[in-house]
């Protein structure tokens, strides 16, 4: 009873600090991560020593990083890779081979031990995702030339961290009784040991699983679903350990297996909240391993291997970034935004057997990685300002960048500027250009900016909130301006700048989100849509129309509505629930993808009719020929090398597609 009572009592002490300490990060727009470690740090038995024996905690906190690597088995997307591999295996995989070997030779050079070296390659190598992702998203960088390198090198480094997380408790094992040959030997077996249960459970998963989880959902039971998602991560992660791999290897493998499901993104719901609070726990048992009573002591290493840490990751970034034909900014930028330890550096600590470190040497790992991601937030904040001040031509850059917008808007007037492609940005300019009417579009996504140019489409990278971007797509000799961004603070900071320029263009807005209504109106916009709205009011009209109510007096009450900023729907129960919680069959993403034609293409020479699956419901939306872009194409067009071609459809149907185009092989 006292044990119980002891953990118990121990766990409140922590949600209650931690509750207090995250709020004030968040008021300070700091990552929560760092309010977990302060707490345990404060908390721990070195420090206050509210919490005595962590061990009970620990046990519970360890199931946190089980349910990180299940997440981010259920976020691991083939196509994404393909999509994205020169970030992620170009420059990620040679991040992650490079840090390795100099941390790693650095460390046996000042007198880690082989075993302890190999343990420290692998801390020091990671970066930490949810500060960097969180920390760029509300910067506007996430889908900037710097942020698209850091995402991809990020996603490298979260599947990198699946052969240290099976081999270093081998090390362990072996380390105080074993010749070299043993433990290679030992080693072998284990990545062999990986690979069987990795096939076993993949293979396997996809023949239990889904028949499992399809007959779960016809159940339409919430509680049942969860249940089965929970069973499934500690399941797998039992299976593995039982043939001496980690319970993270096990939940990893299933969440891959998951992720090709209907059901992926319900049960990316089900299984955060449980992630969070548990993976909370595991970074505040993190912070009590922190010594702070002996951290005067070995405060100059600490801050020596800090300032190595971040000079080294960001030297080893910015070489990678230029042998791969990044610009010298890009690519010091990306090394800054990643020069730091990660959570997952904190997970193979955690696993690393006494005998491998000394509590000295753990110390001071532990005190750099913490101290790392602390600074990281500064790091980001100014990494802009520290690449125009070291790299001169990097300002010339974004100089040239502002000067090609020029050219093209040089000699347009009366146009469109469109902020944001995305999905309503391009049916916006489609509208636009069916009335004859000329327009610019900025976007910040290079993907899609490349895809538009592909297709012929007068679209130019650029930040949008910037006043130069603006000035450069001819805002002031714009009849109108579209801001059609997915973040609504993008769309607040562009309409201020925008309403700065020009006095009297009408900015028309879109917002995801009715809070975001009245600061969009204070900003300067002279329309704003709620999307939320929008809906109720289409919905609402067509409603009334069927029960034959005068489609002028429909109209007259919607434009009333509109007229009102929406103000007579804004009042709404919002009840317990965002949505329903039966509703486990999500519907497939449908979207456009540029297929281009290279030589050797089976579909060259070939009519579309010919060229396209028959039983897929995929629709032409334009051939770009030489410049020319061709509207909604006949079906008995003959395509031509160097032809590309929009089409619309869901993803697994695009992938049939391009696969039959290329290759003619459904």
Not at 382 to 400: D, F, Q, T
Not at 526 to 536: G, N, P, Q
Not at 543 to 568: F, G, T
Request: glycine share 8%; net charge neutral; aromatic share 6%.
């Amino acid at each position: 009873m006292t044990m119980q009572h002891d953990t118990m009592a121990s766990l409140l002490i922590l949600l209650i600090i931690s509750v207090v300490a995250v709020v004030g990060l968040r008021r300070l727009r700091l990552p929560a991560i760092l309010g977990y470690l302060f707490v345990g740090v404060v908390a721990g038995p070195y420090s206050l020593g509210w919490i005595g024996d962590v061990k009970d905690i620990h046990l519970i906190a360890e199931f946190g990083v089980v349910f990180l690597l299940f997440m981010l088995g259920l976020e691991f997307s083939l196509p994404r890779l393909i999509a994205m591999r020169r970030a992620v295996m170009g420059m990620g995989g040679a991040q992650v081979i490079a840090t390795a070997v100099v941390t790693g030779v650095a460390a046996w050079l000042m007198g880690f031990s082989p075993a302890a070296a190999f343990v420290l390659a692998g801390v020091l190598t990671v970066s930490s995702t949810a500060i960097v992702i969180k920390q760029l998203g509300e910067q506007l960088e996430l889908n900037s030339r710097h942020g698209n390198n850091a995402v991809g090198v990020l996603l490298f480094q979260d599947l990198a961290v699946i052969p240290f997380l099976i081999i270093i408790p081998v090390l362990g094992v072996q380390a105080g009784d074993a010749t070299t040959a043993q433990l290679s030997l030992k080693i072998a077996l284990t990545i062999a040991a990986g690979i069987i249960a990795a096939a076993a459970l993949f293979f396997g998963g996809r023949w239990v699983l889904r028949p499992l989880f399809r007959e779960i959902a016809r159940a339409r039971s919430a509680e049942l679903f969860t249940i089965a998602v929970l069973l499934v991560v500690l399941g797998a992660g039992w299976l593995t350990n039982q043939v001496g791999l980690s319970y993270e290897l096990g939940a990893f493998l299933a969440g891959i297996v998951l992720s090709e499901t209907q059901y992926k993104h319900q049960i990316e719901t089900d299984v955060r909240p449980f992630r969070d609070v548990l993976l909370g726990l595991f970074f505040i048992t993190i912070g009590m391993m922190l010594n702070v009573r002996e951290l005067p002591d070995v405060f100059v290493w600490v801050l020596l291997l800090l300032g190595l840490l971040v000079v080294i990751k960001t030297s080893i970034i910015f070489v990678i970034g230029r042998a791969m034909g990044e610009e010298p900014g890009v690519a010091l930028r990306t090394g800054l935004v990643l020069a730091q330890g990660g959570e997952f550096g904190f997970a193979m600590l955690a696993i690393t057997a006494p005998e491998i470190m000394t509590d000295y040497q753990r110390q001071i790992v532990l005190a750099v990685v913490i101290f790392s991601m602390v600074l990281t937030p500064i790091l980001i904040k100014i990494n802009g300002l520290i690449a125009k001040h070291m790299v001169p031509s990097y300002k010339k850059n974004r100089a040239e960048q502002t000067e090609a917008i020029s050219q093209f808007t040089n000699e347009l007037s009366g146009h469109v500027v469109i902020c944001g492609f995305g999905r309503v940005g391009q049916n916006v300019a489609r509208l636009l250009q069916s009335e004859g009417f000329e327009y610019a579009a900025i976007e910040i996504d290079p993907d899609i900016v490349q895809q538009a140019l592909q297709a012929g489409l007068p679209v130019h990278f650029g930040n949008s909130t910037h006043a130069d971007i603006l000035e450069a797509a001819g805002l002031s000799r714009a009849r109108a301006l579209v801001i059609s961004h997915l973040d609504d603070s993008a769309a607040i900071k562009t309409t201020e700048v925008a309403r700065s320029l020009v006095a009297k263009i009408p900015i028309m807005v879109r917002a995801r989100t009715d809070e975001q209504l009245d600061p969009l109106y204070e900003a300067g916009a002279t329309d704003v849509v709620a999307s939320i709205y929008e809906m109720s009011l289409v919905l609402s009209g067509n409603v009334l129309r069927a029960l034959n109510v005068p489609v002028s007096k429909v109209i007259r009450q919607i434009q009333e509505i509109r007229r009102e900023n929406y103000a007579p729907l804004r009042h709404t129960y919002a009840g317990n629930r965002a949505r329903d919680s039966n509703d486990f069959i999500p519907l497939a993403p449908r979207t456009l993808r540029n297929i281009s034609l290279v030589e050797g293409a089976f579909a060259i020479g070939r009519t579309l009719e010919g060229c396209l699956p028959s039983n897929k419901t995929i629709v032409v939306d334009a051939i770009n020929r030489s410049g020319i872009r061709g509207e909604t194409p006949q079906s008995d067009t003959v395509l031509q090398q160097g032809d590309t071609l929009t089409l619309y459809g869901a993803p697994e149907e695009l992938d049939s597609a391009e696969h039959f185009l290329l290759s003619g092989r459904e």
